[in-house]
């Protein structure tokens, strides 16, 4: 065997360090996502009227 051979690592051993570091990234991935998500539906929502705001003024009466 010669010398170069030693000191790489197996393909085996890569190929699941390369899983691993996929897995991990997903984990921290999907959480952000879906607070994008959800931060995305909350902007394209219409703004709901404030319980402070004053209350909507009435019909100026109509003259007979």
């Known amino acids: 065997m010669p010398a170069d051979d030693v000191s790489k690592p197996p393909q085996r051993?890569?190929?699941r360090i390369?899983?691993?570091a996929v897995i991990v990234s997903s984990a921290f991935a999907l959480p952000v996502l879906f607070v994008f998500g959800v931060t995305l539906r909350?902007?394209?929502r219409p703004p709901e009227p404030s319980i402070y705001a004053?209350?909507?003024a009435p019909p100026?009466?109509?003259?007979p």
């Open 13 to 15: 051993y890569r190929q």
């Open 60 to 63: 100026p009466p109509e003259a």
């Open 42 to 44: 909350e902007l394209s």
């Open 54 to 56: 004053a209350p909507p």
């Open 18 to 20: 390369r899983v691993v």
